[in-house]
Each structure stands twice: as structure tokens, then as C-alpha cells.
């Protein structure tokens, strides 16, 4: 891969920059620490991304009908790098961009495709991820949300958990068995679910970082039309894969934007925190550490450019995207513990005292990173996915 930029790709490059000098928030990172609640800061993130698509900067690599701009790979590369150089807010609908809308464009119908992608890229619907339940986690094809046809509807019971942003969704993206007399992993079908219709409970559950980021769903005698199965009856197995692939190679690329943003936050911090009477930036092990994680993040970044190329190329991401979620993963929990050993006890201080950096956002992420080993597949599953489908070992259940 040549990852010297064409002209054309420098005008590409320029003109971006240039509109996300002129457009992006210039108060998004005091929003973040500002007393604002989560759904206020929601909404600020949904306008954002509004401004983003009418911009003609979402679904970049997208087909053109359905709202995207039929971007090459490099040029979605470039969109991330530029959105971490100008420190623009995520996209708030990243379920949307990252799982359900190419999961719709592989496997929807003509009239979904229609319907839903442009709304899922202007940020006009967001969408959740209806999979995990009590009971069926790593292994999702155990799950047991029920849906039967009746005149032209599925009626469908049961319950998901750990649906990321079910409060803030107007649709969910939800794996159902609809024969409960086949295999396992045969009798699932995915359905595409409107929240707000009747018999739909969501229900907040507190995390250690003290948000309710994601949720229980309930689903009491759910109507959900027929045209709403993606792909086929009973054969909602690839579909669900199809989207899991999605989230372990795609998921992370918005991250680098974050993460990029935070080390260049420590880096500053370094000159300011003290360690054993100099600044920590003086001290041989933070360095270390330091220079250690700059070099992981580059490293994600590459390896980003690999996932993505394989889903230009084929248009679905390998089993290599779990390569990916592993390395995400456990370095960001080794990127947050550097900062806690350089910010030492100040790191540990919360939203609301006077001393912490940052208003408190650094115990948030360190506590927030413990959840990347385990959403979007645990490590123990991706590397089992990588022994057997990369590694060729025999399968490990
Ligand atoms: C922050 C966060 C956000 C999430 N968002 C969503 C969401 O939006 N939608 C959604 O559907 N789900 C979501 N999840 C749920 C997530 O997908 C599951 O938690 C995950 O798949 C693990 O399932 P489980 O919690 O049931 O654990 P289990 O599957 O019960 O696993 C327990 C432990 O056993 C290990 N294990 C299990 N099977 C094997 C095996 N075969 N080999 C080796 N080890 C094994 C696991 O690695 C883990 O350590 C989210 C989770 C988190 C933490």
C-alpha cells in the first residue's frame, strides 16, 4: 500500500481541513468537562453530525444513492486523521455508521437500503445493537428472544442487555429466533426494530464510571412488520456475523481520534505534574512509557489502514479485524494505567473536585477502558477467532 497522498488526494485532504477549520466545535473539549448531562451533550454530538453529512463528509466510501460519496479508502483514512489533527467531536451515531448501515448495504433490501441509510448518516436516527443477552454473550447463537409471525407481523418477547445508547435510539438492530425447534444457529433472524413502539422497555444500567451508557431492552408482544427482516427468515446467522465483523474491524478506527487527542493532552500534562521533585516529563520511565504508547497508537493506526483496505477490497472485513479489537483494546487499557502512574493521585479524581486534570475525564477513561476487553467480543474470543479462522489451529469448542 503507496501511503503517499496523490494531488488529488491532497485536495481532498485540503479541502477538508478547511471546512473542519471553518465548522468543527471549538467548545466540544470544555463541553466534555462541563457539568452537562448525557443526553445534552447527545444532542450537541447529533448536531454535529448533521453538520458533518450536509457537509458531504459522512459514509464517505457509502454508494452514492444512499447518501455517501463513494470515497476511495485513502480518502476515508484521511478523514479520520484530519477530524483527530482538528480535535472534532466523534460521530455520535456510530453504531449506525460502523454496523447496521453496512450491514444494510450487504445484506438489506433494496427498500432499506432506501429508507434508513441517509437517515443513519445525517445522524437523524441512531441506532442500537440488539444482540448480547443475560444469557448469550460470547456465545450469541444461545440467545433466546423469541418472534413469531402473526398476519404479516412478527410478535416478538424477551430481553437484550448491554445495548450501548438504547436510550438515545430510534431504531435497533435486533437478532431473534424464529425456530426454536432448529439448531442453535440455525432458526435466527434479524429484525430491524423501532423503538418506540408499544411494548419496548428500556431500562438504564449504571456503570463504574457512574453513566448509563448502555441499557436492558424489553420486549413485551413487539409488532415489527415483515419487510423489517434483513435478509432471510431463519437465516439471520450471516447477517448477525456479517455486523460483528463490522464492529471488531471498524469500531476502533473512531477511537484513534480520541486517543490521539488524550496523548497529546499527557504529553502536556507531563511538563506540569511533578514526579520526585522535577516534571514527570523529566523522569526516565514515563518517557518510556510515554514514547511506548505513542508507538502503539501508531501502530493501531496502521493496522487500521490494513482492516479497512480489506473492506474496500472484498467489502467485508476478514477475521484479521479481530487483530484489531484485540490490539485496541488492551492498549488502551495500558495507555489509561500510564496516565493514572503520571498523573498519580490526581488521576484518581473525579467530575467535581477542584485538583483533578481535565475535570476529572481521566479517571473516566481509565475506568471506562476496562469494558473495551469485553464489548465487541471478550479478548479470549477474538483470540480464539484468530487461532482457528487465521491461525488454521482446530477450533477451541
Ligand atoms: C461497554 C460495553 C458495551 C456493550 N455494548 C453492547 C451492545 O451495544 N449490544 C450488545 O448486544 N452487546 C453489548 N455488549 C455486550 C458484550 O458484547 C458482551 O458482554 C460480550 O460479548 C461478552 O458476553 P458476556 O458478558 O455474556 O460474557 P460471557 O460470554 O459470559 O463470558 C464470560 C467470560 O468467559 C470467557 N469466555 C466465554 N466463552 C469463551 C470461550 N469459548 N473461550 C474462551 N473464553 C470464553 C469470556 O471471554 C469472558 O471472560 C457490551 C458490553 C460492554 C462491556
Not at 466534555?32 to 453538520?51: I, V, Y
Not at 450471516?238 to 477511537?255: D, K, P
Not at 487483530?323 to 502512574?341: D, G, L, P, T, Y
Not at 474470543?381 to 487461532?387: A, K, L, P, T, Y
Amino acid at each position: 500500500m503507496d501511503l503517499n497522498l496523490t494531488p488529488q488526494e491532497r485536495l481532498f485532504r485540503d479541502e477538508l481541513r478547511a471546512w473542519l477549520e471553518m465548522h468543527a466545535p471549538r467548545d466540544w473539549e470544555a463541553r466534555q468537562s462541563a457539568e452537562e448531562s448525557m443526553p445534552a451533550r447527545f444532542a450537541f454530538l447529533r448536531d454535529w453530525q448533521r453538520r458533518v453529512y450536509e457537509g458531504g463528509w459522512a459514509g464517505l466510501s457509502w454508494p452514492k444513492e444512499y447518501g455517501g460519496r463513494g470515497a476511495s479508502l485513502m480518502e476515508q483514512v484521511i478523514f479520520t486523521e484530519e477530524m483527530a489533527r482538528a480535535g472534532a467531536p466523534p460521530l455520535p451515531g456510530i453504531l449506525g455508521l460502523a454496523l447496521v448501515g453496512p450491514t444494510l448495504i450487504a445484506f438489506g433490501s433494496e427498500a432499506q437500503k432506501q429508507r434508513y441509510l441517509t437517515k443513519i448518516l445525517s445522524g437523524e436516527e441512531i441506532w442500537c445493537q440488539g444482540f448480547s443477552e443475560p444469557n448469550a454473550g460470547s456465545d450469541l447463537a444461545a440467545l433466546r428472544t423469541e418472534a413469531s409471525l402473526v398476519d404479516g407481523h412478527f410478535i416478538v418477547n424477551g430481553q437484550k442487555v448491554w445495548t450501548s445508547y438504547g436510550w438515545a435510539s430510534d431504531w435497533c438492530e435486533l437478532v431473534v429466533r424464529t425456530d426454536a425447534a432448529a439448531e442453535k444457529h440455525k432458526g435466527l433472524t434479524v429484525l430491524l426494530v423501532d423503538m418506540r413502539s408499544p411494548g419496548v422497555e428500556v431500562r438504564p444500567l449504571r456503570q463504574m464510571t457512574g453513566e448509563s451508557e448502555f441499557n436492558e431492552l424489553f420486549f413485551e408482544n413487539v409488532r415489527v412488520p415483515v419487510e423489517n427482516v434483513v435478509g432471510q427468515v431463519n437465516h439471520g446467522w450471516n447477517v448477525a456475523l456479517g455486523t460483528l465483523m463490522h464492529e471488531r474491524a471498524l469500531l476502533g478506527a473512531g477511537l484513534q481520534i480520541t486517543f490521539r487527542r488524550q496523548f497529546a493532552r499527557l504529553v502536556e500534562l507531563s511538563h506540569k505534574v511533578e514526579r520526585n521533585g522535577r516534571p514527570a516529563a523529566e523522569d526516565p520511565v514515563i518517557r518510556q512509557k510515554l514514547a511506548q504508547a505513542y508507538a502503539e497508537i501508531e501502530i493501531m493506526r496502521l493496522n487500521q489502514m490494513r482492516a479497512v483496505s480489506r473492506v474496500m477490497e472484498t467489502g467485508m472485513p476478514g477475521p484479521e479485524g479481530s487483530i484489531q479489537k484485540i490490539f485496541w483494546s488492551e492498549m488502551n487499557q495500558r495507555f489509561q494505567q500510564v496516565a493514572m502512574e503520571l498523573l498519580g493521585p490526581y488521576g484518581q479524581l473525579t467530575r467535581g473536585s477542584e485538583f483533578a486534570f481535565d475535570e476529572g475525564q481521566w479517571a473516566y477513561a481509565y475506568l471506562r477502558a476496562r469494558g473495551n476487553t469485553i464489548e465487541a467480543g471478550t479478548s479470549e474470543i477474538q483470540r480464539n477467532i484468530v487461532g482457528h479462522f487465521v491461525l488454521g489451529l482446530p477450533k477451541s469448542y
